[in-house]
């Protein structure tokens, strides 16, 4: 778990957000879901830190992939695609979908846009493994 930059938000292993206040708690993929979930439950959503605020959004902006739970994950041999609340991922977004839909788990494009740019950057990803 790893501090926000916001009052009472956190950033989970898995890069979803996660906030807490006494015996209140919601998570979000998003901070943008998250900010709408504390508000309209009445609590309050304040930034702390404005340097570590901006760096959060900064990384939730470029962690968000168009696809329901799937999330890019920094490794030591570069990136994995991974499915939020399992343990399934792979280097490639094609495998990752297959292993998901296998396990019986909802596979959806959230944003189709984004999931066209994710698409794209594994594929040219995959094109750069087999020609180099």
């Given at each position: 778990m790893k501090f926000s930059g916001f009052l009472n938000v956190y950033q989970m292993d898995d890069l979803s957000w996660k906030y807490e206040f006494g015996d209140k708690s919601h998570s979000a993929s998003t901070l943008k879901d998250l900010e709408f979930l504390v508000r309209m439950h009445g609590l309050k959503w304040a930034i702390l830190d404005k340097d570590?605020?901006?760096k959060s959004i900064k990384a939730d902006e470029l962690n968000q992939t168009g696809y329901l739970n799937v999330y890019i994950r920094p490794s030591a041999g570069g990136s994995r695609w991974c499915y939020?609340?399992?343990d399934l991922s792979s280097t490639s977004l094609e495998t990752l979908k297959k292993k998901v839909l296998k396990e019986g788990l909802q596979w959806k494009?959230?944003?189709e846009k984004l999931a066209n740019k994710s698409f794209s950057?594994?594929?040219k990803k995959y094109n750069e493994?087999?020609?180099d």
């Amino acid at each position: 778990m790893k501090f926000s930059g916001f009052l009472n938000v956190y950033q989970m292993d898995d890069l979803s957000w996660k906030y807490e206040f006494g015996d209140k708690s919601h998570s979000a993929s998003t901070l943008k879901d998250l900010e709408f979930l504390v508000r309209m439950h009445g609590l309050k959503w304040a930034i702390l830190d404005k340097d570590l605020a901006k760096k959060s959004i900064k990384a939730d902006e470029l962690n968000q992939t168009g696809y329901l739970n799937v999330y890019i994950r920094p490794s030591a041999g570069g990136s994995r695609w991974c499915y939020r609340g399992s343990d399934l991922s792979s280097t490639s977004l094609e495998t990752l979908k297959k292993k998901v839909l296998k396990e019986g788990l909802q596979w959806k494009v959230t944003d189709e846009k984004l999931a066209n740019k994710s698409f794209s950057l594994d594929l040219k990803k995959y094109n750069e493994l087999l020609f180099d």
